[in-house]
């Protein structure tokens, strides 16, 4: 399986962005698709899940209510939307592909990683 994001940039503060990921190869043993984010110096740091065939999605905490979740699994892409960003939204994001049929929250559980797409929030 290979991954492909997309969508990152240069932006300002309180604006919306919408980063997406691009499937290929074997995608029919992923279960669930996920984001990430690595802010310069920091962990990686797991955003949302959803299941690659539609379903609940579920976020982090951290940024519940300012995040959504979406794929199409026609086209295999997932899409997240950033809304009202900040400067410590600036970070490398990352979609990840995981075999696991439970919800995986950890990187670990991840079995396929794209490159990474970097946002740069400017306040």
């Known amino acids: 399986v290979q991954l492909q994001a997309s969508g990152g940039g240069l932006v300002q503060a309180g604006v919306s962005l919408g980063l997406s990921c691009a499937a290929s190869g074997r995608t029919e043993s992923v279960h669930f698709m996920g984001w990430f984010r690595r802010p310069p110096g920091k962990e990686r740091e797991f955003l949302s899940a959803?299941?690659?065939?539609?379903?609940?999605?579920t976020y982090a905490d951290s940024v519940k209510g300012r995040v959504t979740i979406s794929g199409d699994s026609a086209k295999k892409t997932l899409f997240l939307q950033i809304h009202s960003l900040k400067p410590e939204d600036a970070a490398v994001y990352l979609c990840?592909?995981?075999?696991?049929?439970?919800?995986?929250?950890?990187?670990?559980?991840?079995?396929?990683w794209g490159q990474g797409t970097l946002v740069t929030v400017s306040s």
């Open positions: 990840a592909a995981s075999r696991r049929p439970w919800l995986p929250r950890s990187s670990r559980e991840y079995d396929y």
């Open positions: 959803i299941p690659s065939r539609g379903g609940e999605a």
